[in-house]
């Protein structure tokens, strides 16, 4: 699309940039804001006498004798520990990436295939599935999971953040997989390639880009998730939400927000490494070139 | 900030993290311990001394503010998850309806004598519970600012809304009261509290029947409302974290809150001197000329599980009491709350939790339907403040959400 | 495709979804049926490090025979579908038979948990999803316009909203918005009105909460299609070229079609996520404003008294909700279906 872009109107081309720049500034900063106000004590980050305190970093000063702390950051991560959920959430991030994927391409591979309407009563099904607030499902988890002792370890909330995402997996790999044209696998079945041979040497190749995008909505929502990870994981097994919220405090006690500020900005930066990677893959030519064929 | 004082500060912190507790006898052979609860800095001192004694065949505590939501399910097992949970006076009733406490009679009368009699919880003459520390709210005010306006700090809600009027006549703030009115959970427990002032009863006599739509009902909601006039407009949308944050900047000076959070507002952390200096913990204020406090009084205690083994509720007993003997009292944890237990010694930021047990403030309602009438009351107050109906409809609405979810309970037919 | 290579192909996503949301969705539906056997109520004196009160109690021996016999609670049938905190059909037939006009019906219906909750949900729907799709497209196109080596940090800054997470993002943006906040005080600037507070008026927390949550869905679109760009048939928009299609024609002919699937996907996942709104009330302390049927199951089981029945009743009441609001894009996307086939 390189050469399209140089035959942009003036016009249309300054109309873009307006878009981006204004999409940019409301995306990222209350990013750089919070980025920012995690070097100050609370009494500035949320200063309620005057905004600008967090600018001048008035109660920093008066506190620590600087402009910029990193006691947020100290605190979380070496007094709080913060490392034990980061590390939890990284192996439930990569087992939910792993297996929702593994299973979503599967079956969405079948579904976009499958020429039979029972196929579309499985995804619409599964679709209302998801319709089931999350709450409810884990207050249904609680006792059975406590009956089977198998309620506070990492390996069941991992299977269940893969249920519970299933639906949505299947969705959109289903979505994918039907732009992409049957010949495709029809002509590698011809050649002697069985179903799964197929799937797994044609199909599989020229689906990186949904793949990955799917895969980074399923590991959003591994490392996002409250609702379940709060509820079904130990103490010892938290992840970093629920350990986040633990940093706020409760009605009758104060927490510490400035650890959960530095704890939310310093987990961000890895996944900034990892978007650079997947822009390589979504952006390059592969597919572009394999549709074609 | 140089690397230097970077790792100092790093060092500092992880010297003053690993207080050990020194493993101790409790006369422990072997036995379970599993301790659920909120997680709070004293529970958690609590927790680390029951679990550091010795001979316990396993020793674990799972910490956390979603306690209320996993300790029933985490007890209900047989045998269950957890040996013990630490509550308070609101969060026992949910255990005990579902009857998976362990009445502690006879643990009292074998292993603890040396509890004193005012720490056991008792429920239709059993042990239910040991009660550790106390908490209520009660006014925390500014004296540099009362001064200015030449009056003593009020022990009436009517008196506050004169001094608020007075300040705000001087034109010293915009809004000089403050209170944790978040709809929900808050604004419900400041009706309980106002509602208990005016002397008024929330059920009929021995049943679940709930009584508010009267006039003690009508004058409750009508002293919130005039309370919150004087606050930030956004009082429906503060809870106490927000609250205490408005104070600390300076913009309330007289407020209803937690003894446990009045620590934080006088050190010097997050304030200015001006503030963290004059900030002063009053007695619980009474309303309408009652002779009670519009306050009510809460303690955390820990429990032990009805669905284990005898040899576990031994041992968590045994525990459990060692998690609340004298012996944690330390210069580090004497602060962490308002301990009831010997060799305490009350720092003056407790004064006002203190004036609210000799003022015989009443306790926290501990009734099996209560939690549903806080619920209701939470959810249909807000209304009313913001002018949208009248006290009558507003109580009458409480009255019907209550009745619609006892009855899905059972305890009205 | 052969059914058995369908099933083997659907059999692992199928278990997972069986064991973890059918079986629990059918729990829910019978505890939904069924409300607490009856609590046999007693008088007691209850003592503590505060003196002593005369109370109320359970009375565990009396009610364990009951427990014993009815483990699941009586059963209700609909009753509790129909009671005053869910459906409310008796008060609404009330409310119908005595109001003055059909605004003093509204006014009463929306005094009703339920029907205030349903309001909010509604609203916020319909107002949401239109708008996340809609800017979700046009940054797509625009960040795919953008030349190649910046596209990496605009992926990444067009995420973060959805990236951060809600818990600390709605926390940060609701100090933000405060009176005395930056945003708060630009409001003021903007609005000319020094007692603007957001946070205070009923309309403008919907309309915040509404602007939050296109803030924080539009990166989902926005994903969604710009990897869906990535697949169109550079040979079809060639050819249109050639053929003197103009951009706008390239874009309706060519870009809308192949991106339609998409589109619907979008659709059908914003509506069911936008109807289950819950996060933003919850983090911006919204409650005295706005309730949604996501928020009323959590008020049900997270106050001091778990309300089972009365959460699996909206639960149950929240996915029909879903499949109502669902049947025109399910509808569509089945004649869609047909016609691949």
């Not at chain 1, 409810?136 to 953040?161: D, R």
């Not at chain 1, 379940?228 to 104060?254: H, R, W, Y």
Request: charged share 15%.
């Amino acid at each position: 699309m390189a050469s399209q872009a140089q035959k942009r109107p003036a016009a249309l081309q300054v109309i873009l940039i307006a878009i981006l720049v204004i999409w940019m500034i409301a995306a990222a900063f209350p990013f750089f804001w919070t980025l920012w106000g995690s070097f100050k004590v609370e009494g500035d980050f949320f200063s309620l006498a005057d905004w600008t305190n967090v600018l001048t970093g008035e109660m920093t000063t008066r506190e620590t004798g600087d402009a910029f702390t990193t006691e947020g950051y100290s605190g979380a991560w070496v007094q709080e520990e913060f490392w034990k959920a980061a590390w939890n959430s990284t192996l439930v991030c990569l087992f939910v990436v792993t297996i929702s994927l593994t299973l979503g391409t599967l079956g969405g591979y079948a579904l976009a295939r499958s020429t039979y309407r029972y196929a579309f009563w499985f995804l619409l099904i599964a679709l209302i599935f998801r319709a089931m607030p999350p709450i409810t499902l884990v207050s249904g988890y609680l006792p059975v999971f406590f009956q089977w002792n198998i309620w506070g370890h990492l390996p069941t909330a991992i299977i269940v953040l893969v249920a519970i995402n299933q639906p949505f997996t299947l969705w959109m790999l289903h979505s994918f997989f039907k732009n992409i044209p049957q010949d495709l696998d029809e002509s590698a079945m011809v050649d002697g390639c069985t179903r799964f041979q197929a799937f797994r040497h044609v199909i599989i190749p020229v689906m990186w880009p949904g793949i990955i995008t799917t895969g980074l909505f399923s590991f959003l929502l591994a490392y996002n998730d409250f609702a379940v990870t709060a509820m079904i994981l130990d103490k010892e097994n938290q992840t970093m939400v629920p350990k986040i919220a633990s940093f706020l405090g409760t009605t009758q006690t104060k927490g510490n927000v400035m650890f959960a500020v530095a704890a939310v900005v310093s987990t961000t930066a890895p996944l900034f490494l990892l978007i650079m990677v997947f822009q390589r893959q979504i952006v390059s030519g592969l597919t572009a070139g394999a549709v074609k064929g | 900030m140089n690397l230097g004082k970077i790792l100092m500060t790093g060092s500092f912190l992880v010297a003053a993290s690993a207080t050990t507790t020194m493993a101790a006898e409790c006369g422990i052979t072997d036995g379970r311990l599993s301790i659920v609860g909120n997680e709070f800095p004293a529970i958690q001192t609590v927790a680390r001394n029951a679990q550091a004694c010795e001979g316990l065949g396993e020793a674990k505590a799972n910490l956390t503010a979603d306690h209320q939501k996993i300790n029933l399910a985490g007890m209900q097992g047989n045998p269950a998850e957890y040996t013990t949970a630490i509550v308070a006076n609101s969060s026992i009733v949910a255990l005990i309806n579902e009857d998976v406490l362990r009445p502690l009679d006879d643990l009292v009368a074998a292993f603890g004598q040396d509890i004193p009699k005012n720490q056991l919880i008792t429920i239709n003459g059993q042990v239910m519970a040991v009660a550790f520390m106390a908490n209520a709210q009660h006014l925390v005010y500014r004296k540099d600012i009362l001064e200015q306006i030449g009056m003593e700090p009020p022990t009436t809600y009517e008196g506050l809304l004169e001094t608020a009027e007075k300040i705000l006549a001087e034109g010293i703030l915009e809004y000089p009261v403050g209170g944790a009115y978040m709809a929900g959970w808050n604004l419900a427990q400041e009706f309980v509290n106002m509602y208990i002032g005016h002397g008024g009863e929330f059920y009929e006599p021995g049943t679940a029947q709930v009584s508010i739509n009267n006039e003690a009902g009508v004058a409750t909601l009508e002293m919130l409302k005039a309370l919150s006039e004087y606050m930030n407009p956004d009082y429906l949308t503060h809870d106490s974290n927000a609250t205490s944050a408005e104070w600390e900047a300076g913009n309330v000076a007289l407020m209803n809150m937690w003894g446990s959070r009045t620590g934080v507002l006088m050190d010097a952390e997050g304030s200015t001197p001006e503030v963290y200096e004059n900030t002063m913990v009053g007695a619980p204020m009474t309303v309408a000329g009652g002779g009670t406090p519009a306050s009510t009084l809460w303690w955390d205690g820990w429990t032990v599980a009805k669905n284990i083994s005898d040899e576990d509720a031994e041992a968590t007993f045994k525990a459990m009491k060692q998690g609340i003997s004298p012996a944690i009292l330390s210069p580090e944890t004497m602060g962490e709350a308002v301990w009831m237990i010997d060799g305490y010694e009350p720092a003056p930021v407790n004064e006002g939790v203190f004036s609210a047990i000799s003022m015989q403030t009443p306790p926290y309602p501990m009734l099996p339907h209560h939690g549903l009438l806080h619920t209701a009351l939470g959810d249909n107050i807000a209304d009313f403040l913001q002018g949208k109906e009248s006290a009558q409809q507003a109580l009458s609405d409480i009255e019907d959400a209550y009745m619609t979810a006892a009855r899905e309970k059972g305890f009205i037919n | 495709m052969k059914h058995s290579a369908f099933f083997w192909f659907v059999l692992p996503s199928a278990v997972a979804m069986l064991l973890f949301i059918f079986f629990p969705i059918i729990s829910v539906v019978v505890q939904s049926l069924h409300s607490a056997h009856e609590q046999v109520i007693i008088e007691v004196e209850n003592c503590g490090p505060f003196g002593c009160t005369t109370a109320t109690a359970i009375d565990q021996s009396a009610t364990a025979a009951l427990r014993e016999d009815q483990p699941l609670g009586r059963f209700a049938g609909l009753e509790i579908y129909k009671d005053r905190n869910h459906l409310a059909v008796e008060q609404v037939g009330q409310i119908w038979s005595d109001s003055t006009g059909i605004g003093n019906f509204i006014d009463r219906l929306m005094n009703l948990p339920f029907y205030k909750a349903m309001g909010f949900t509604l609203t916020f729907t319909f107002v949401v999803t239109p708008l996340t799709i809609v800017l979700g497209f046009i940054v797509a196109v625009a960040v795919n316009s953008a030349a190649k080596a910046i596209r990496g940090p605009l992926i990444f800054f067009s995420l973060l909203p959805m990236m951060v997470t809600p818990l600390i993002g709605s926390l940060i943006l609701f100090w933000m918005v405060d009176a005395r906040g930056i945003l708060g005080t630009a409001l003021r600037w903007l609005a000319d009105d020094p007692g603007l507070s957001v946070k205070a008026d009923t309309g403008l927390m919907w309309i915040m909460l509404m602007v939050y949550g296109v803030w924080h869905s539009a990166p989902f679109a926005f994903i969604v299609y710009y990897a869906g760009l990535q697949t169109v048939n550079t040979d079809t928009l060639e050819a249109a070229r050639i053929d003197g299609a103009s951009r706008w024609q390239q874009i309706r002919h060519v870009v809308i079609p192949h991106l339609l699937p998409l589109t619907t996907f979008i659709a059908l996942m914003q509506l069911m996520d936008n109807f289950r709104v819950f996060e933003p009330i919850v983090s911006f302390n919204a409650s005295a404003h706005a309730t949604s049927l996501s928020w009323a199951i959590y008020n049900d089981l997270g106050g001091e008294t778990q309300q089972l029945s009365s959460a699996a009743a909206t639960s149950v009441l929240t996915i029909i909700g879903v499949a109502i609001l669902l049947s025109p894009v399910l509808i569509r996307t089945w004649r869609d279906y047909g016609k691949a086939a």
